[in-house]
C-alpha cells in the first residue's frame, strides 16, 4: 500500500456552487437595474469582474499555499501600503461611508476587499507558527497583526469592514484553541469600549445608522428609509415573490441601493422565501465547504487559510442579510457573489482559490 497526494484534481462540487452563487447574482442584478440609467453598463462591469475573477482563482489554486505563506511578510507589508495610499488617495463620500476607493479612470477598486485576502494568508501563516496561543506574549503579537490593519481602515472611515476583519480574526483565533477567558475578557472589554467608542470614535453618520437600527421609524424619510423599504420588499415577496423583474419596490425605485446593499431585499421581494432561502443555502454550502476542507488540510496553515476564508463569507453573510432584514445597523457591506461589487466579487473568487489550493493538496488517494 502506497498514497500518493493529487495535486491536480479540482474540488468541482466547491467550483459548481460558486460559479452558480454568480451566475444567480448576476441575474438579479440585472433585476435590480433594469429601471436605471445606463443599465447595461453594471451587467457587463460585474460579468467582467466575474470572468476575471474566475481566472483569478483558478490561477491561485494552481499554486502551492505553501508558496504564499514564503511571502508572507511581504504581502503584509504591501497589505499596510495598500492602506495607506487609501487614505491619501481615496475616494467617496465622507458623508455616507468611507473614503475606501482609488480610481483609475472610469475603473475603481477598493483595495480593503483585496487586503482580507492578504490578512487571511498572513495571519494564518503567523497563527500556524505560534505553538500555543495562550501565552500572554503569543496573543500579544498576534493581536498586534491586526491593529494597524484594523486602525487605518477605522481612518477612512469605514467601520463595517473593520468588524469584517475583526470576525475573521476572532474565528481564526478560536479555531487556534484560544481560551474561554481571554474570550470572556475580551467580551468585557468591548463592552466597557462601548461608550468611549460612541463619544469620540464614531462619524455623526455612523451614530445616526445605530439609532435607526434600533427604531428605524424614527426618521422613515432619510436615515430609516432604506431600512423601511428594504423590509416591506422583502415582506411583500411572501412566500413565491412577485416574480423576476416584477418586484414593485424595486422596478418603480422605492428600494435604495438595490443592486449593492440591498439586493437581498430584491431576492426576497421578487422571489419570495423560496428564493431567500435558496440563496442563504448556497451561501452555507460554500461556508461549510471551506471548513471541510479546513479539517482535511495537511497542516495548520491550510487549515487556518480555510477557516479565515469561512469566516469572511459568514461576517458577509451575517452583516448583509441582518440590515436588510432590520437585525444589524446598516454598514455597506455587500452579498459575496450576489451585491454589484467588482472588488468584492473578484476578492471572493480569489479566495476560493485558496481554499482550493488546500484542497488539491490535502487530498490523498490510495494506489494497490
Not at 93 to 99: D, L, Q, Y
Not at 211 to 221: A, C, H, M, Q, R
Given at each position: 500500500?502506497?498514497?500518493k ?19 444567480f ?8 437595474v ?9 451587467i ?10 474566475f ?44 473614503k ?36 500572554h ?8 497583526h491586526?491593529v ?39 467580551l ?14 464614531l ?93 482535511s ?20 453573510i ?23 461589487a ?27
Amino acid at each position: 500500500m502506497k498514497q500518493k497526494t493529487d495535486f491536480f484534481k479540482l474540488d468541482y462540487f466547491l467550483i459548481l456552487v460558486t460559479v452558480i452563487c454568480c451566475v444567480f447574482g448576476l441575474v438579479m442584478i440585472s433585476s435590480a437595474v433594469k429601471s436605471m440609467d445606463n443599465s447595461q453598463k453594471y451587467i457587463i462591469v460585474q460579468s467582467a469582474a466575474f470572468a476575471l475573477g474566475f481566472v483569478a482563482m483558478l490561477a491561485v489554486s494552481a499554486i502551492d499555499y505553501n508558496v504564499y505563506g514564503q511571502f508572507a511578510k511581504y504581502i503584509y507589508i504591501i497589505c499596510i501600503l495598500m492602506l495607506i495610499a487609501t487614505l491619501i488617495f481615496g475616494t467617496g463620500k465622507e458623508e455616507s461611508g468611507a473614503k475606501s476607493w482609488i480610481r483609475f479612470g472610469s475603473i475603481g477598486i477598493q483595495p480593503a476587499e483585496i487586503v482580507k485576502i492578504g490578512f487571511i494568508i498572513t495571519f494564518a501563516k503567523h497563527l500556524s507558527m505560534i505553538k500555543n496561543v495562550n501565552n500572554h506574549r503569543n496573543l500579544f503579537v498576534l493581536i498586534l497583526h491586526i491593529v494597524p490593519i484594523a486602525a487605518l481602515i477605522l481612518l477612512q472611515p469605514d467601520l463595517g469592514t473593520t468588524m469584517v476583519f475583526m470576525c475573521i480574526f476572532a474565528g481564526m483565533i478560536f479555531v487556534a484553541g484560544i481560551s474561554y477567558k481571554y474570550i470572556f475578557a475580551a467580551l468585557a472589554a468591548i463592552g466597557a469600549a462601548i461608550p468611549i467608542a460612541w463619544n469620540f470614535l464614531l462619524q455623526p453618520y455612523q451614530k445616526d445608522r445605530i439609532i435607526v437600527f434600533f427604531n428605524p421609524e424614527s426618521d422613515p424619510l432619510d436615515k430609516g428609509y432604506h431600512v423601511i423599504q428594504s423590509k416591506i420588499a422583502i415582506g411583500s415577496g411572501q412566500i413565491f415573490g412577485k416574480g423576476l423583474f416584477k418586484g414593485t419596490q424595486t422596478q418603480l425605485g422605492f428600494l435604495p441601493v438595490k443592486h449593492t446593499d440591498f439586493i437581498f431585499a430584491v431576492i426576497g421581494e421578487e422571489l419570495g422565501l423560496i428564493g431567500c432561502t435558496i440563496v442563504i443555502a448556497l451561501l452555507f454550502t460554500l461556508v461549510v465547504r471551506c471548513i471541510y476542507v479546513s479539517n482535511s488540510s495537511k497542516d495548520k496553515f491550510g487549515r487556518y487559510i480555510c477557516v479565515g476564508v469561512a469566516f469572511m463569507f459568514m461576517a458577509h453573510i451575517f452583516e448583509n442579510i441582518g440590515m436588510c432584514i432590520g437585525l444589524m445597523p446598516v454598514t455597506g457591506i455587500p452579498l459575496p457573489f450576489f451585491s454589484y461589487a467588482g472588488s468584492s466579487l473578484v476578492t471572493n473568487l480569489i479566495a476560493i482559490g485558496l481554499v482550493l489550493s488546500v484542497q488539491k493538496r490535502c487530498r490523498v488517494i490510495t494506489l494497490q
